[in-house]
């Protein structure tokens, strides 16, 4: 994970700790991933070969503390997405982020879209 960046965070070092296998999603250790002055992240995923995303968690700290959207763009590099053009450039795909309890946060409309990565 040690390619994984973010924009806009106030500890950029936890980038990569907030991608964990589905055995250990749900531990909270370490601070979580917020956002310094901004309401928005971005957060840069490189991969190293085709894959194939069937689900995505959203964990939130509860109480409204999380976010209600999500969007995401394929194949492009590390800061080719920023703060200052996101806005304009449409994403590959995007979802709103509803709360599910006990579980934390994920899609309940759009969970089995499919994202096709290239590194």
């Known amino acids: 994970h ?8 106030e500890d950029d070092a936890a980038a990569p700790r907030v991608l ?5 999603r749900l531990e909270r250790e370490g ?10 992240l971005i957060l840069h995923i490189p991969f190293t070969c085709d894959v194939k995303v069937r689900g995505i968690m959203v964990i939130g700290g509860g109480e409204g503390r999380a976010p ?6 394929t194949d492009k590099a590390a800061g080719e997405i920023s703060l200052s053009n996101a806005a304009r450039r449409t994403p590959t795909q995007a979802w709103n982020i509803v709360e599910v309890r006990n579980e934390g946060l994920l899609n309940a409309k759009q969970y089995a879209s499919t994202l096709n990565l290239k590194p």
């Open 68 to 73: 209600r959207r999500m969007e995401a763009w």
């Open 20 to 24: 964990r296998p589905w055995e250990e």
């Open 31 to 40: 601070e979580p991933l917020r956002s310094d002055d901004d309401p928005e």
């Open 2 to 9: 040690q390619r994984v960046t973010v924009l806009n965070a």
